[in-house]
């Protein structure tokens, strides 16, 4: 059993924002922009599940900016996939079924004040993960066919040898509510540092001293938290 934590979703790096998180503690999970610049959804035509499009929760100024902007839908919570072909995620290949991948963002306050903080903010229980190459054409579409590296006919072409792709079972989900996972550390030159707060620790561990989780690779929780680990998400709503 494996249980490993990953960060995704629009940030200060990538797209210039935290992603909103509401007054009652539930929150939009706000996609990356679109590198390619070839998938139909922006941020000008998306509506989150509030009812609000994805720009209105940017600034003004971002948000006009990024209006037309296409948008990288990954991971998707229609059929739970995700997919990356970068050499820092080619771990995940090595997830099995049951395994769990957890996935946390950067929230801040959106019409209230509460400060950039990581939440948890869904995860997959896992039903099979892989390179690309390593299923057949029939298993690409049956299983992945709405992730955004397969979706895009060219992406998948020029991805295809070094794509990772993770499938979650219909038990995976999106959370309702935004659970925080951060408090502010140091890094080595005393600047601020988001790391995996106390109590996480208690739950999680601490990815054997590497408690930084702003600007991780994918962090992978000790055998000996596994099970708390796995307990704490599948309660999560």
Same mark, same amino acid.
């Given at each position: 059993?494996?249980?490993?934590?990953?960060?995704?979703?629009?940030?200060?790096?990538?797209?210039?924002?935290?992603?909103?998180?509401?007054?009652?503690?539930?929150?939009?999970?706000?996609?990356?922009?679109?590198?390619?610049?070839?998938?139909?959804?922006?941020?000008?035509?998306?509506?989150?599940?509030?009812?609000?499009?994805?720009?209105?929760?940017?600034?003004?100024?971002?948000?006009?900016?990024?209006?037309?902007?296409?948008?990288?839908?990954?991971? =998707?919570?229609?059929?739970?996939?995700? !997919?990356? #072909?970068?050499?820092?995620?080619?771990?995940?290949?090595?997830?099995?079924? /049951? $395994?769990?991948?957890?996935?946390?963002?950067?929230?801040?306050?959106?019409?209230?004040?509460?400060?950039?903080?990581?939440?948890?903010?869904?995860?997959?229980?896992?039903?099979?993960?892989?390179?690309?190459?390593?299923?057949?054409?029939?298993?690409?579409?049956?299983?992945?066919?709405?992730?955004?590296?397969?979706?895009?006919?060219?992406?998948?072409?020029?991805?295809?040898?070094?794509?990772?792709?993770?499938?979650?079972?219909?038990?995976?989900?999106?959370?309702?509510?935004?659970?925080?996972?951060? =408090?502010?550390?140091?890094?080595?030159? !005393?600047? #601020?540092?988001?790391?995996?707060?106390?109590?996480?620790?208690?739950?999680? /561990? $601490?990815?054997?001293?590497?408690?930084?989780?702003?600007?991780?690779?994918?962090?992978?929780?000790?055998?000996?938290?596994?099970?708390?680990?796995?307990?704490?998400?599948?309660?999560?709503?």
């Amino acid at each position: 059993m494996k249980v490993a934590l990953l960060r995704v979703g629009i940030d200060s790096g990538s797209g210039g924002c935290q992603g909103p998180l509401l007054p009652d503690g539930s929150f939009e999970h706000v996609p990356i922009p679109d590198g390619f610049g070839i998938d139909s959804r922006t941020y000008g035509n998306t509506v989150g599940r509030h009812g609000r499009l994805l720009k209105d929760y940017l600034s003004p100024s971002l948000g006009q900016r990024l209006e037309a902007q296409s948008m990288h839908v990954d991971p =998707e919570f229609e059929t739970f996939t995700y !997919g990356d #072909p970068t050499s820092p995620k080619a771990g995940l290949r090595h997830l099995e079924k /049951g $395994d769990v991948l957890v996935f946390y963002a950067g929230l801040e306050g959106w019409g209230f004040d509460s400060p950039p903080a990581l939440y948890i903010i869904g995860y997959f229980k896992v039903l099979t993960a892989g390179r690309a190459a390593d299923f057949r054409p029939a298993e690409i579409r049956a299983l992945f066919s709405k992730n955004f590296h397969v979706l895009h006919r060219r992406v998948y072409r020029d991805q295809k040898a070094n794509l990772v792709l993770v499938k979650g079972s219909s038990k995976s989900r999106l959370l309702k509510k935004a659970v925080q996972i951060s =408090e502010t550390g140091r890094d080595r030159a !005393g600047k #601020p540092l988001k790391v995996l707060s106390r109590d996480m620790q208690r739950v999680f /561990g $601490d990815f054997g001293g590497k408690i930084s989780i702003q600007r991780s690779p994918t962090r992978w929780v000790e055998p000996a938290f596994i099970g708390s680990a796995k307990e704490f998400v599948y309660n999560l709503r």
